[in-house]
């Protein structure tokens, strides 16, 4: 049990009250939280440990105590929690009020599991915490959590603006600095949606993987494609996804151009299409003819049938017998 | 490498099962075990980080043992009949589709031996007029745990009475022993998958070596059974050609292609959660990292040019020592058939149909059969085909 009958309320010094990375759980600047304390001034008290040593350490409130910074006030209510609580004691109490909030964001989720391994097994973190945050509970994953925590503060602003989707920015967390800052840098250009993102991660690290080389010479080998010519975001994207594409697929982008240059060199009626089923895979082959009357549709077949033959039809189908791998 | 499968300190053995013959012969071949006496089956899901690898439970099973190979309509499917005797495995392949498919951490096998072998003998020989290709092989390794649980000395027997049904035991391993003396009346064959020696030696933990699994599917040819092979999963990787032809040439000098009954192929492919659960094991492993495209069953393949030629060249080698042995393509579209091989399986009554016929040319079982068990088991329809 808690012992709140020990806590009291008090006016503190703002310039009496320390802060204490230990309980400093976020570290971004909240509009809004701002924009109701200019209306309405400090409305719920602080949280303030007094130490044994009678030093007033900051748990709980360091927006409100920053805002009361920038803006001149002397004292703060403060709901002061005695030197018979220890530290773990309250910071468990931080941790679990925090983490009572919806709305939490990936950085202050993971602050917050970062805080409890230091007070639960890991075990017990995956078992038990990391579904409160929609994280996985997978043995390793608070790994994957406190990896993002020791990103660098610009990575942690990318995913805070939304320009890094956060499921993409934990599996960034476990690259290497160099990799994931070239990663940063790109994404920062091509500002492309999430399942975009998802793409393109996907496929630097395959390439990574089937060369075995750092993703860091993935990403090198993509920038140099997008130059320092003025491409628009939309543009830049294009052109990085027809790069990986063709780098990752090979044989497949190969059998598409021979398909498109035979059906070209055929020259079939205009509205005659001939479409083969998603990646050459599988047997279900579609024909479109579009047409406005019964004579049209019978002068396109005609055509189509003269220029169709049995060894035009193998190589649609079957590409290029003789292309080795 | 290790050649021999650790056997297991725990074995959790639910009450209704406890006087099973397999349970017997477990407590005679693991005398340093200690055996728990369970209530039920437990409940552990994968996400547990206990290590249960050197668990074994054995339970009742209530479901049905004797089960159709899981088809789609958008490949051929072989219509082999499953029977189904237990899940899991610890051979360790790194590519193995069991990490993605079953969801409980340790192996498990059905100690309701009565009910299993009175399910086979009823539904095989309720159909005389079927010709059954039984395989054991498909949640687990076949052999993995005949050294300590002895179900071929059951399963053997068994189909050496059934006239019109031949039993595949699908195996990575070099337990063979007890298979010797049994008596078989050439109705069992027994099966190897095998690779590239870099494969194999990398990728397949605990399965015994290539050299091994020659000597003992030569073994076993002493002993009169047929044999199978399966090329399952074929990678495409630098030098894949030269490797997968050694293998070719190694197995043909050791194994007389007569009692080859027939040889699989089937190109590496993969649910997307597999690809995610061996990156999660091992963050660098390349072999899912090619030139895959999603296909219409939910899997993804190498893209089908890939497949054609690592199909056409395996095939090409194989055929150059046994011309007419049986090769089949495992999970392939008729058109990939029609490109390796100048035919669709269905422009020849089906696949069940080619190796129905392969098993009677070599085996001389099912001579009268008229039917496949696929027209039985195989509910999908088959890519064009009449089944
Ligand atoms: S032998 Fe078969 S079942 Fe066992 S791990 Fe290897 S692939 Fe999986």
Redesign the interface.
């Known amino acids: 049990m808690i012992g709140w009958d020990n806590v009291f309320f008090k006016y503190l010094l703002l310039e009496s009250i320390e802060s204490d990375e230990d309980f400093r759980l976020t570290s971004t600047y909240n509009p809004r939280l701002y924009s109701i304390l200019n209306i309405s001034g400090i409305l719920s008290p602080l949280w303030v440990w007094e130490t044994s040593s009678n030093r007033l350490v900051l748990i709980d409130g360091y927006s409100r105590y920053g805002w009361a910074k920038g803006t001149g006030c002397y004292t703060l209510p403060c709901l002061v929690f005695p030197s018979s609580f220890s530290k773990e004691e309250l910071l468990k109490m931080r941790i679990l009020t925090k983490s009572s909030e919806s709305n939490l964001s990936l950085e202050e989720k993971a602050n917050i599991v970062e805080r409890l391994l230091r007070l639960y097994s890991a075990?017990e973190v995956e078992r038990n915490f990391l579904p409160l945050f929609s994280f996985?509970?997978?043995?390793?994953f608070s790994k994957v959590i406190v990896a993002f925590t020791k990103t660098s503060k610009e990575f942690r602003c990318a995913v805070r603006e939304g320009i890094i989707d956060e499921r993409i920015a934990l599996v960034l967390a476990?690259w290497d600095e160099e990799s994931r800052h070239g990663m940063l840098r790109l994404l920062k250009k091509l500002r492309c949606s999430v399942s975009i993102q998802r793409e393109i991660l996907e496929s630097v690290?395959?390439?990574g993987?089937?060369k075995?080389i750092p993703y860091s010479e993935v990403l090198r080998e993509i920038e140099v494609v997008l130059g320092d010519q003025n491409l628009s975001p939309r543009e830049g994207t294009e052109r990085v996804r027809h790069f990986l594409k063709a780098l990752?697929?090979?044989?497949?982008m190969a059998?598409r151009n021979s398909f498109e240059k035979t059906l070209k060199s055929l020259e079939l009626p205009y509205g005659v299409e001939l479409k083969p089923?998603?990646?050459?895979?599988?047997?279900e082959w579609e024909m479109k003819v579009r047409f406005s009357k019964p004579q049209e549709l019978l002068d396109k077949l005609k055509i189509f049938n003269s220029k169709i033959s049995m060894e035009v039809l193998d190589k649609i189908?079957?590409?290029d017998?003789h292309?080795?791998? | 490498m290790a050649t021999d499968i650790d056997p297991f300190d725990d074995v959790f053995v639910e009450e209704s099962v406890r006087e099973s013959p397999i349970v017997r012969e477990l407590r005679k071949n693991l005398p340093e075990a200690r055996f728990y006496c369970l209530s039920s089956e437990p409940c552990y899901r994968n996400?547990?980080?206990e290590d249960f690898s050197k668990k074994l439970y054995v339970i009742r099973f209530k479901g049905r043992f004797l089960r159709s190979c899981p088809a789609t309509r958008?490949y051929h499917c072989c219509g082999y009949t499953i029977l189904h005797f237990g899940e899991h495995c610890t051979v360790g392949c790194t590519y193995c589709i069991l990490q993605a498919y079953l969801n409980q951490p340790y192996i498990k096998i059905f100690g309701n031996l009565e009910e299993m072998l009175s399910e086979v003998k009823g539904v095989l020989l309720q159909y005389p007029q079927v010709l059954f290709r039984v395989g054991t092989g498909e949640f687990t390794d076949s052999l993995l745990l005949d050294p300590w649980a002895g179900y071929s000395s059951h399963f053997v027997p068994l189909f050496a009475t059934i006239p019109n049904a031949v039993l595949e035991l699908k195996t990575k391993t070099a337990f063979v022993d007890r298979l010797k003396d049994l008596p078989h009346g050439g109705h069992t064959i027994v099966s190897w998958s095998l690779n590239a020696p870099s494969i194999m030696t990398q990728e397949e933990a605990n399965a015994a070596p290539f050299e091994l699994r020659l000597e003992c599917a030569r073994r076993c040819l002493e002993w009169g059974y047929f044999l199978s092979f399966h090329f399952d999963p074929i990678f495409?990787f630098p030098g894949w050609e030269k490797e997968y032809a050694l293998v070719v040439r190694e197995l043909f000098e050791t194994i007389p292609p007569r009692k080859i009954v027939y040889i699989s192929l089937g190109a590496f492919r993969f649910m997307p959660e597999l690809k995610g659960r061996i990156l999660?094991k091992n963050?660098?492993?390349?072999f899912a990292?090619?030139?895959f495209?999603?296909?219409?069953d939910g899997k993804r393949?190498y893209?089908?040019?890939?497949r054609v030629?690592l199909y056409k060249f395996l095939l090409e080698a194989i055929r150059s020592y046994a011309p007419d042995i049986c090769v089949y393509l495992c999970m392939e579209?008729?058109?990939v058939w029609?490109?390796v091989f100048g035919y669709s399986p269905d422009e020849v009554g089906g696949l069940p149909r080619i190796l129905d016929d392969a098993v009677r040319k070599t085996m001389k079982v099912g001579m009268n059969c008229l039917n496949s068990a696929a027209s039985l088991f195989l509910r999908k329809p088959q890519?064009?085909s009449s089944i």
């Open positions: 075990r996985p509970s997978k043995p390793g476990t690290e395959d390439l993987r089937a075995n990752l697929f090979p044989n497949l059998r089923p998603d990646q050459f895979e599988g047997d189908f079957y590409g017998r292309r080795s791998l | 996400s547990l980080s958008f495409f999660e963050p660098t492993w390349k990292s090619g030139e495209v999603p296909c219409p393949r893209f089908v040019d890939i030629g579209s008729g058109s029609k490109r890519p064009y």
